[in-house]
């Protein structure tokens, strides 16, 4: 399984960025997909995910201005932000898990300034 992430760089503050996580090696249409983020010295954090049936659930810091979404015709994942916040600056990881553990793509760096 491989985890393709793209879609980050750097926006000013009110800015949007969507990110993007493409899968191979796995049937991506029966499996959750996660974003998570990384910010230097924090732990990382759960952004939001949306699971096979397409239920989507977000960190409260993010509701109301980040959308999840998938593909399964193309295998990928979604991260629409909207309203970034210099708060949002941090690494984003997608996650899937499949085949009893979880599989991460390489993470994409998103940086806000104010």
């Known amino acids: 399984v491989q985890l393709q992430a793209s879609g980050g760089g750097l926006v000013q503050a009110g800015g949007s960025l969507r990110l993007s996580c493409r899968a191979s090696?796995?049937?991506?249409?029966?499996?959750?997909i996660g974003w998570y983020r990384q910010a230097a010295g924090n732990e990382r954090e759960l952004v939001a995910d949306i699971s096979s049936g397409g239920q989507a659930n977000y960190a409260d810091s993010v509701k109301g201005r980040f959308a999840i979404s998938r593909d399964n015709v193309r295998n990928t994942g979604y991260l629409q932000m909207n309203n970034l916040k210099p708060e949002d600056t941090a690494v984003y990881y997608c996650?899937?898990?499949?085949?009893?553990?979880?599989?991460w793509g390489r993470g994409t760096l998103v940086t806000v300034s104010s």
């Open positions: 996650k899937v898990p499949a085949r009893g553990r979880d599989f």
């Open positions: 090696g796995v049937n991506f249409k029966l499996h959750p």
